[in-house]
């Protein structure tokens, strides 16, 4: 094996078990770290029992705390009940209070936690944490001075803050942060000539703790509260102006990114490698592949004939964009079909699917009926299978917002009439039109939340909500679907442009990895949070099982090469053939007493063979089947030479000659006409 070749199984290799150990970590952990919002308010309100564990104990504190007296537990109460004012539905849990007295020394602390908030209300909370001067508005209200904040208290829960204050004769240090579903609130009060035996910043993080091992970190909180025609899984989904500028998560993610992508691309070049080397006969033996390919050959490579005018052909496209909508629906767990809300997810996920799946589908039957290529339009479910696997996993997993893979196939068309070059644009069509699409609306949503901030009647602030929602299930299904178009599979973009250039793939890939990482995986979370996270370990499962699929199919070859003694395919077929035989006969090139039928199989590998092309078109290599430019003299991917000429026919020496960089004929500098490339490969 080439040197190369064994760097690139020794990376791919190491960064495998780099992997393991990873995950390892991640699957001992029992948290998760990233529940819905949905699964967060089951788990709150079937299992009160869980929230007990979010309360300041006596063991917390230094000796000589003890419980608070219940007279000055009931006015620490009501101090702490302010902040319920503005919430429906919420009460003060957990509340504990412990008290120091030695001499002048006098402590006391006390904790407690607001529960539930719902998902607007902690809109709401967290607009009001990270605003100073509601935080001066109710250090004003406590009637205090000497004003200070405590900064690192915006370092707690998903949204906080803290400030102290001198009130009467006490030195108060109140904070409070959101953490998930629940408010802390934190008030400790010393005597401003005593030293605190205890930070509270230090007591408001083991609480912070507690609260994690129960409700997870949350860092995937939605980014706007679920309106009237917003469904809850659009608020997962991020506008321009919602993404992340934090260098830890943009470092994060493009770590990851690179971590999944590199390995993915390495496996894709060794799969093809082994798939041209072994002529794919043996994959196609495998029964689910032949069964797909049978089913679906008519419409990969369809004849353009006027189908029939049944009702099933009219009523078929229909049915399945409905029938994509209605499984995309099931993505969101709070669907409720028969709402306002559910009947606006399921038009949505309809029409974005129905734009992603046939706008680009429309030009390109446009641009074949300029080539005056056959082809229709009949949208068939070829995708439905991605489709399925893509919402069961998003279930299975709890995965928010989820995946959104898989879209409606409608062109059928004769691939065979296709030259290279207008394949490779109907593939750079649709792709441009998907990105296009995605990319406009997706900006358009910055107008939308520009909107909603302003105070417009309800009807139309819910109509715009509706509108952005839309936007954005669009740029959703649009990343995701593009992400799978560049993964370098059969027929895709990103098969050409690996084709072409391998280092630009890869950086494609990975970029493009990277903003669906930073989007739609992990918008919020640093390296060590998104470990934990369902969503990346749901990629990375993927990716791993895809390599390790690969390394099998690789072993699996050679060691069949190796007990069968094949090395190449002529060296196997020479195999058979006496030494005594193998003498050259005259100048054909070919063995002088080789069987007739296997002469004619090994004519083509023995004999080179005259090619003709286009100026300016490509070729395939003989040797490894990738495409390269007709007039290249030496494959760039396995380093066959060729033997090149720029031919024509002169029209004034009535014959066929060599002709110039210029287009002229070489013998008489006249004009040339049918100016072709003839490529020869030189034998090994």
């Given at each position: 094996?080439?040197?190369?070749?064994?760097?690139?199984?020794?990376?791919?290799?190491?960064?495998?078990?780099?992997?393991?150990?990873?995950?390892?970590?991640?699957?001992?952990?029992?948290?998760?770290?990233?529940?819905?919002?949905?699964?967060?308010?089951?788990?709150?309100?079937?299992?009160?029992?869980?929230?007990?564990?979010?309360?300041?104990?006596q063991a917390d504190l230094p000796e000589g705390f003890t419980p608070l007296p219940e007279n000055q537990m009931a006015m620490m109460t009501r101090m702490m009940e302010g902040i319920l004012s503005s919430l429906e539905g919420a009460s003060l849990?957990?509340?504990?209070?412990?008290?120091?007295?030695?001499?002048?020394?006098?402590?006391?602390?006390?904790?407690?936690?607001?529960?539930?908030?719902?998902?607007?209300?902690?809109?709401?909370?967290?607009?009001?944490?990270?605003?100073?001067?509601?935080?001066?508005?109710?250090?004003?209200?406590?009637?205090?001075?000497?004003?200070?904040?405590?900064?690192?208290?915006?370092?707690?829960?998903?949204?906080?803050?803290?400030?102290?204050?001198?009130?009467?004769?006490?030195?108060?240090?109140?904070?409070?942060?959101?953490?998930?579903?629940?408010?802390?609130?934190?008030?400790?009060?010393?005597?401003?000539?005593?030293?605190?035996?205890?930070?509270?910043?230090?007591?408001?993080?083991?609480?912070?703790?507690?609260?994690?091992?129960?409700?997870?970190?949350?860092?995937?909180?939605?980014?706007?509260?679920?309106?009237?025609?917003?469904?809850?899984?659009?608020?997962?989904?991020?506008?321009?102006?919602?993404?992340?500028?934090?260098?830890?998560?943009?470092?994060?993610?493009?770590?990851?990114?690179?971590?999944?992508?590199?390995?993915?691309?390495?496996?894709?070049?060794?799969?093809?490698?082994?798939?041209?080397?072994?002529?794919?006969?043996?994959?196609?033996?495998?029964?689910?592949?032949?069964?797909?390919?049978?089913?679906?050959?008519?419409?990969?490579?369809?004849?353009?004939?006027?189908?029939?005018?049944?009702?099933?052909?009219?009523?078929?496209?229909?049915?399945?964009?409905?029938?994509?909508?209605?499984?995309?629906?099931?993505?969101?767990?709070?669907?409720?079909?028969?709402?306002?809300?559910?009947?606006?997810?399921?038009?949505?996920?309809?029409?974005?699917?129905?734009?992603?799946?046939?706008?680009?589908?429309?030009?390109?039957?446009?641009?074949?009926?300029?080539?005056?290529?056959?082809?229709?339009?009949?949208?068939?479910?070829?995708?439905?299978?991605?489709?399925?696997?893509?919402?069961?996993?998003?279930?299975?997993?709890?995965?928010?917002?989820?995946?959104?893979?898989?879209?409606?196939?409608?062109?059928?068309?004769?691939?065979?009439?296709?030259?290279?070059?207008?394949?490779?644009?109907?593939?750079?069509?649709?792709?441009?039109?998907?990105?296009?699409?995605?990319?406009?609306?997706?900006?358009?949503?910055?107008?939308?939340?520009?909107?909603?901030?302003?105070?417009?009647?309800?009807?139309?602030?819910?109509?715009?909500?509706?509108?952005?929602?839309?936007?954005?299930?669009?740029?959703?299904?649009?990343?995701?679907?593009?992400?799978?178009?560049?993964?370098?599979?059969?027929?895709?973009?990103?098969?050409?442009?690996?084709?072409?250039?391998?280092?630009?793939?890869?950086?494609?890939?990975?970029?493009?990895?990277?903003?669906?990482?930073?989007?739609?995986?992990?918008?919020?979370?640093?390296?060590?949070?998104?470990?934990?996270?369902?969503?990346?370990?749901?990629?990375?499962?993927?990716?791993?099982?895809?390599?390790?699929?690969?390394?099998?199919?690789?072993?699996?070859?050679?060691?069949?090469?190796?007990?069968?003694?094949?090395?190449?395919?002529?060296?196997?077929?020479?195999?058979?053939?006496?030494?005594?035989?193998?003498?050259?006969?005259?100048?054909?090139?070919?063995?002088?007493?080789?069987?007739?039928?296997?002469?004619?199989?090994?004519?083509?590998?023995?004999?080179?063979?005259?090619?003709?092309?286009?100026?300016?078109?490509?070729?395939?290599?003989?040797?490894?089947?990738?495409?390269?430019?007709?007039?290249?003299?030496?494959?760039?991917?396995?380093?066959?030479?060729?033997?090149?000429?720029?031919?024509?026919?002169?029209?004034?020496?009535?014959?066929?000659?060599?002709?110039?960089?210029?287009?002229?004929?070489?013998?008489?500098?006249?004009?040339?006409?049918?100016?072709?490339?003839?490529?020869?490969?030189?034998?090994?």
């Amino acid at each position: 094996m080439p040197a190369s070749g064994i760097r690139k199984h020794t990376l791919t290799i190491f960064i495998l078990i780099l992997w393991l150990i990873i995950l390892s970590q991640i699957y001992s952990s029992p948290v998760n770290a990233f529940p819905s919002n949905h699964t967060q308010n089951e788990t709150i309100q079937q299992s009160q029992d869980d929230l007990s564990s979010i309360r300041l104990t006596q063991a917390d504190l230094p000796e000589g705390f003890t419980p608070l007296p219940e007279n000055q537990m009931a006015m620490m109460t009501r101090m702490m009940e302010g902040i319920l004012s503005s919430l429906e539905g919420a009460s003060l849990i957990n509340l504990s209070g412990f008290s120091l007295a030695e001499g002048d020394d006098v402590q006391i602390v006390v904790s407690g936690v607001i529960h539930p908030l719902s998902q607007a209300e902690k809109f709401q909370v967290d607009a009001q944490l990270k605003n100073p001067a509601a935080m001066q508005d109710l250090a004003e209200n406590m009637g205090g001075e000497n004003f200070v904040e405590i900064p690192d208290a915006k370092d707690l829960g998903n949204a906080g803050f803290g400030f102290s204050l001198v009130v009467s004769q006490f030195q108060i240090d109140y904070i409070v942060i959101r953490r998930s579903e629940i408010l802390i609130e934190l008030t400790y009060l010393y005597r401003p000539e005593q030293e605190p035996r205890v930070k509270a910043l230090g007591i408001m993080a083991v609480l912070d703790q507690r609260a994690i091992a129960v409700l997870g970190t949350d860092q995937q909180a939605a980014f706007r509260p679920a309106g009237l025609l917003a469904p809850e899984i659009t608020t997962y989904i991020p506008t321009p102006a919602d993404l992340s500028t934090d260098p830890a998560v943009i470092g994060s993610n493009l770590f990851l990114a690179a971590m999944m992508m590199v390995p993915f691309a390495i496996a894709t070049e060794l799969l093809t490698r082994t798939l041209i080397r072994h002529d794919k006969g043996w994959f196609g033996k495998i029964s689910a592949f032949r069964i797909i390919t049978e089913k679906f050959a008519g419409d990969a490579q369809g004849t353009g004939e006027r189908p029939r005018k049944t009702l099933l052909a009219f009523i078929q496209p229909f049915a399945v964009i409905l029938l994509y909508g209605l499984v995309f629906s099931l993505l969101d767990r709070t669907w409720k079909p028969l709402t306002l809300t559910g009947v606006m997810l399921f038009i949505s996920m309809t029409a974005a699917y129905g734009m992603v799946g046939l706008l680009d589908d429309l030009l390109q039957w446009t641009r074949l009926r300029h080539w005056r290529i056959p082809a229709r339009l009949s949208v068939m479910p070829t995708n439905f299978m991605l489709s399925a696997i893509s919402v069961a996993a998003t279930r299975i997993f709890r995965l928010t917002p989820g995946l959104m893979f898989g879209t409606p196939k409608a062109l059928t068309m004769d691939k065979t009439a296709l030259t290279d070059v207008q394949r490779k644009k109907l593939l750079t069509l649709s792709t441009s039109t998907i990105v296009g699409l995605g990319i406009i609306l997706w900006c358009f949503t910055l107008l939308t939340s520009w909107l909603q901030r302003l105070a417009l009647p309800l009807p139309l602030w819910h109509l715009t909500g509706g509108v952005e929602a839309f936007c954005l299930i669009v740029f959703a299904v649009s990343l995701e679907n593009i992400f799978i178009q560049f993964l370098g599979f059969q027929d895709s973009v990103g098969e050409v442009l690996r084709k072409k250039n391998r280092i630009l793939w890869l950086a494609v890939l990975v970029f493009l990895t990277f903003i669906l990482y930073h989007s739609l995986i992990n918008p919020r979370g640093e390296l060590a949070d998104a470990l934990k996270s369902g969503n990346v370990q749901v990629f990375f499962a993927a990716t791993m099982a895809y390599i390790l699929f690969v390394l099998g199919i690789w072993l699996f070859n050679r060691s069949r090469n190796r007990k069968q003694g094949i090395k190449t395919p002529l060296q196997a077929d020479l195999g058979s053939i006496p030494e005594s035989h193998l003498e050259c006969g005259g100048g054909t090139g070919m063995p002088a007493a080789v069987p007739e039928t296997l002469a004619h199989q090994l004519a083509d590998r023995v004999m080179p063979v005259v090619s003709i092309y286009t100026p300016g078109g490509e070729k395939h290599c003989p040797a490894c089947s990738y495409e390269i430019k007709a007039e290249a003299r030496i494959c760039r991917f396995c380093r066959k030479q060729f033997e090149i000429h720029l031919r024509g026919y002169c029209l004034h020496d009535h014959q066929v000659v060599n002709v110039t960089d210029r287009g002229l004929c070489l013998l008489c500098g006249g004009a040339v006409e049918d100016i072709h490339v003839e490529s020869k490969p030189i034998a090994d």
